[in-house]
């Protein structure tokens, strides 16, 4: 049986005025059914790109998918017509947006917004839907959610914006379930709560979740596996417990290194990565990581590292992680 | 106009629904009603000075026409138009009798000012409210289709169009217009408000209407498209910037098409400051109205004007200024409620 979602080789590249830049360099991934993929890596490494090329929703101009495919239950999404993709969004994949204040329409109400995706994918008639968003808000764990329906988004808390947010992009039972960065504007008694209630959706609808973040502490608590993105580029994939455990990725071990740990000592200065991500169009010729790269060798910076495969279900492209 | 709207994130109050609107919206028609009052004394005090400061008097006029020169018939007519009072006892008693809506007495027509006026308003109105229309109308759509075909051949010819219609005054796009649809091509008439003598010519029924809406077509172009190519502008900048922002991307990721995003998502919170720089306008309206009323002479309060001016017959002249005030400040109340049914974000404070 097909996965629900598997990306291969995707490349997305933006032509602008300054030249071409290759965002998304070659991007394969796929995510069982009930499975959670957490995709990181820093501000600017393609991981939003690489969501918005599968979802085809990339600003064009600039932004084309130039290469690879994105197949959906055995479908093929980069060669679908526009019309095509319109059946698959919302319906067969749904998808949470970074900031739950700004993701919803400020003049139209709660129920207007669900009730929107229902009657575009089914059915459904007014009075039906509204029936349908008030049983999705309840699911999703809006407090008070009868009174809900009518309020416009100012009126709630950015927990419960992203709330709505959910329940819009689960209204149809996809079998993909995209998050971009959902908890990242949000408290942290409040990104707890988001993250649990995912979790039990997904699990209860057996979802395949495609989960990015920069936050290598949500990564630990929601991932399966976690497949690292640097400058476009997959660097390294493993489950959750490997990548924590032995991180094979000197930028992978920086990551982790620079995630602060509970009761560790308190003298111990957390470990910073230096350097910035080089932008897109200036690329160094060998390894992007290169640069910044405590185990840099002569020949990171002549040659671009490959992906290799050093245990079975771990990736990871560095020449220093070969030798061990 | 923004004075007392509330900052958007002024309240987060978990309620919703149509009831708690609609109660926010009576209030801010009070508050709207109320604040109207000083405004409307301050545009009666000022506008009664400014006559004031304006050589000579209808009296002077008056006399003259009718080649009066006793010195004691002359006085008598002072008496009896209150010519003879202090400024500001004219002043107080004019503010008085305005309560009482008793707006003077015209010599010239030999009438009272309101009613020499309600002859006239109405056709004003029309022309207003159909220009308004017109350009609201045709702006956004043009507007809307700019946006969408952005950067190509429309967006361009919009453009085009719009700086146009912009940059041509009233007054000779009116002369232009009768030249091409009335003098070339016969279509539309030349001016007036209604066929003199023609069928329906008393105004009433469909006949009737129809003649109007006849003679209406070629004013409301020329007031119209100005505000129009305005409107078209500022639409579409505001659809281009409104399709920028995050719950558009939401929208599609919902599987909605194109135009149900821009129709159901962008349009509605683009419209805003469209509506914003409507209200501000309403006044420039009415002003554009006068002039276009003289080269299609239209029958409205903009030739009545004209011509209490060159008569001198200053009641009347203070009359329209007062009317008119109190028609924009009414039509800047319902844009403010139009604003506030668009953006449920507005509350009073």
């Given at each position: 049986?097909?996965?629900?979602?598997?990306?291969?080789?995707?490349?997305?590249?933006?032509?602008?005025?300054?030249?071409?830049?290759?965002?998304?360099?070659?991007?394969?991934?796929?995510?069982?059914?009930?499975?959670?993929?957490?995709?990181?890596?820093?501000?600017?490494?393609?991981?939003?790109?690489?969501?918005?090329?599968?979802?085809?929703?990339?600003?064009?101009?600039?932004?084309?998918?130039?290469?690879?495919?994105?197949?959906?239950?055995?479908?093929?999404?980069?060669?679908?017509?526009?019309?095509?993709?319109?059946?698959?969004?919302?319906?067969?994949?749904?998808?949470?947006?970074?900031?739950?204040?700004?993701?919803?329409?400020?003049?139209?109400?709660?129920?207007?917004?669900?009730?929107?995706?229902?009657?575009?994918?089914?059915?459904?008639?007014?009075?039906?839907?509204?029936?349908?968003?008030?049983?999705?808000?309840?699911?999703?764990?809006?407090?008070?959610?009868?009174?809900?329906?009518?309020?416009?988004?100012?009126?709630?808390?950015?927990?419960?914006?992203?709330?709505?947010?959910?329940?819009?992009?689960?209204?149809?039972?996809?079998?993909?379930?995209?998050?971009?960065?959902?908890?990242?504007?949000?408290?942290?008694?409040?990104?707890?709560?988001?993250?649990?209630?995912?979790?039990?959706?997904?699990?209860?609808?057996?979802?395949?979740?495609?989960?990015?973040?920069?936050?290598?502490?949500?990564?630990?608590?929601?991932?399966?596996?976690?497949?690292?993105?640097?400058?476009?580029?997959?660097?390294?994939?493993?489950?959750?417990?490997?990548?924590?455990?032995?991180?094979?990725?000197?930028?992978?071990?920086?990551?982790?290194?620079?995630?602060?740990?509970?009761?560790?000592?308190?003298?111990?200065?957390?470990?910073?990565?230096?350097?910035?991500?080089?932008?897109?169009?200036?690329?160094?010729?060998?390894?992007?990581?290169?640069?910044?790269?405590?185990?840099?060798?002569?020949?990171?910076?002549?040659?671009?590292?490959?992906?290799?495969?050093?245990?079975?279900?771990?990736?990871?492209?560095?020449?220093?992680?070969?030798?061990? | 106009?923004?004075?007392?709207?509330?900052?958007?994130?002024?309240?987060?109050?978990?309620?919703?629904?149509?009831?708690?609107?609609?109660?926010?919206?009576?209030?801010?028609?009070?508050?709207?009603?109320?604040?109207?009052?000083?405004?409307?004394?301050?545009?009666?005090?000022?506008?009664?000075?400014?006559?004031?400061?304006?050589?000579?008097?209808?009296?002077?006029?008056?006399?003259?026409?009718?080649?009066?020169?006793?010195?004691?018939?002359?006085?008598?007519?002072?008496?009896?138009?209150?010519?003879?009072?202090?400024?500001?006892?004219?002043?107080?008693?004019?503010?008085?009798?305005?309560?009482?809506?008793?707006?003077?007495?015209?010599?010239?027509?030999?009438?009272?000012?309101?009613?020499?006026?309600?002859?006239?308003?109405?056709?004003?109105?029309?022309?207003?409210?159909?220009?308004?229309?017109?350009?609201?109308?045709?702006?956004?759509?043009?507007?809307?289709?700019?946006?969408?075909?952005?950067?190509?051949?429309?967006?361009?010819?919009?453009?085009?169009?719009?700086?146009?219609?912009?940059?041509?005054?009233?007054?000779?796009?009116?002369?232009?217009?009768?030249?091409?649809?009335?003098?070339?091509?016969?279509?539309?008439?030349?001016?007036?408000?209604?066929?003199?003598?023609g069928v329906g010519g008393g105004a009433t029924g469909a006949g009737g209407v129809l003649d109007v809406l006849h003679h209406l077509i070629l004013p409301t172009l020329a007031l119209g498209l100005f505000y129009a190519a305005i409107y078209t502008r500022v639409m579409r900048s505001s659809m281009l910037e409104v399709a920028q922002l995050d719950f558009v991307r939401t929208a599609r990721a919902k599987g909605l098409s194109r135009n149900q995003v821009t129709i159901g998502h962008v349009l509605r919170n683009a419209l805003?400051?469209?509506?914003?720089?409507?209200?501000?306008?309403?006044?420039?309206?009415?002003?554009?109205?006068?002039?276009?009323?003289?080269?299609?002479?239209?029958?409205?309060?903009?030739?009545?004007?004209?011509?209490?001016?060159?008569?001198?017959?200053?009641?009347?002249?203070?009359?329209i200024m007062v009317l008119g005030s109190l028609v924009v400040i009414a039509a800047n109340i319902a844009v403010d409620l139009v604003y506030m049914w668009l953006d449920p974000r507005i509350e009073i404070r």
């Amino acid at each position: 049986m097909a996965l629900p979602l598997d990306v291969r080789d995707l490349s997305t590249t933006l032509f602008t005025r300054r030249g071409e830049m290759k965002a998304v360099d070659g991007l394969s991934l796929s995510v069982g059914a009930g499975e959670t993929v957490a995709l990181v890596g820093e501000s600017g490494c393609g991981k939003s790109l690489s969501a918005l090329s599968i979802m085809r929703l990339l600003p064009d101009p600039p932004a084309r998918i130039v290469g690879g495919e994105v197949l959906l239950n055995g479908r093929d999404l980069v060669v679908l017509p526009e019309e095509g993709m319109l059946d698959i969004r919302g319906q067969e994949i749904g998808m949470i947006f970074q900031d739950p204040m700004s993701s919803l329409n400020p003049v139209a109400t709660v129920e207007k917004q669900i009730a929107e995706v229902l009657m575009t994918h089914t059915e459904l008639g007014r009075g039906q839907a509204r029936v349908r968003a008030h049983e999705l808000l309840e699911l999703v764990g809006m407090p008070d959610a009868g009174r809900r329906l009518d309020a416009y988004p100012h009126q709630l808390s950015g927990g419960m914006c992203q709330r709505v947010v959910i329940a819009m992009a689960i209204a149809c039972s996809p079998s993909v379930l995209i998050a971009d960065e959902p908890t990242t504007a949000l408290d942290v008694t409040v990104q707890a709560q988001v993250l649990a209630l995912l979790k039990k959706l997904q699990a209860d609808a057996g979802m395949a979740m495609v989960f990015i973040t920069h936050d290598l502490g949500v990564v630990a608590e929601t991932a399966d596996r976690v497949v690292v993105m640097y400058a476009g580029r997959k660097v390294e994939e493993a489950t959750v417990d490997e990548l924590f455990e032995t991180p094979l990725h000197p930028y992978t071990a920086g990551l982790i290194g620079a995630t602060p740990v509970p009761g560790a000592a308190r003298a111990e200065r957390l470990a910073d990565i230096p350097g910035m991500v080089p932008p897109l169009n200036a690329l160094p010729q060998g390894c992007a990581f290169a640069p910044r790269c405590p185990r840099v060798m002569a020949r990171c910076r002549q040659e671009r590292p490959k992906l290799t495969q050093p245990a079975p279900g771990r990736l990871v492209a560095c020449f220093a992680a070969e030798r061990g | 106009m923004a004075g007392e709207l509330a900052s958007p994130a002024a309240s987060r109050r978990p309620t919703g629904g149509g009831s708690s609107r609609r109660i926010a919206a009576l209030r801010l028609l009070r508050r709207r009603l109320i604040q109207a009052v000083p405004l409307m004394l301050g545009v009666v005090v000022i506008n009664f000075c400014l006559i004031q400061m304006a050589p000579g008097s209808f009296l002077e006029l008056m006399t003259a026409e009718n080649q009066v020169s006793d010195p004691a018939t002359i006085e008598l007519l002072r008496k009896t138009y209150g010519l003879d009072d202090p400024v500001w006892l004219q002043l107080v008693k004019y503010i008085w009798a305005l309560v009482q809506f008793d707006f003077g007495f015209s010599y010239r027509q030999n009438r009272p000012v309101i009613d020499a006026i309600s002859d006239h308003l109405p056709a004003t109105l029309l022309l207003m409210v159909s220009s308004i229309t017109l350009a609201l109308a045709v702006g956004v759509a043009a507007g809307v289709v700019a946006s969408m075909k952005v950067r190509t051949f429309w967006d361009s010819l919009v453009s085009v169009a719009a700086m146009f219609f912009f940059a041509a005054p009233g007054f000779w796009l009116g002369i232009m217009l009768i030249v091409l649809f009335s003098v070339k091509l016969g279509w539309l008439p030349v001016g007036g408000m209604m066929t003199i003598g023609g069928v329906g010519g008393g105004a009433t029924g469909a006949g009737g209407v129809l003649d109007v809406l006849h003679h209406l077509i070629l004013p409301t172009l020329a007031l119209g498209l100005f505000y129009a190519a305005i409107y078209t502008r500022v639409m579409r900048s505001s659809m281009l910037e409104v399709a920028q922002l995050d719950f558009v991307r939401t929208a599609r990721a919902k599987g909605l098409s194109r135009n149900q995003v821009t129709i159901g998502h962008v349009l509605r919170n683009a419209l805003l400051p469209v509506v914003t720089i409507l209200g501000v306008q309403m006044g420039t309206v009415l002003a554009g109205s006068v002039v276009i009323e003289s080269v299609f002479s239209w029958p409205g309060v903009g030739s009545l004007l004209f011509d209490s001016v060159s008569s001198r017959n200053y009641p009347v002249v203070l009359g329209i200024m007062v009317l008119g005030s109190l028609v924009v400040i009414a039509a800047n109340i319902a844009v403010d409620l139009v604003y506030m049914w668009l953006d449920p974000r507005i509350e009073i404070r």
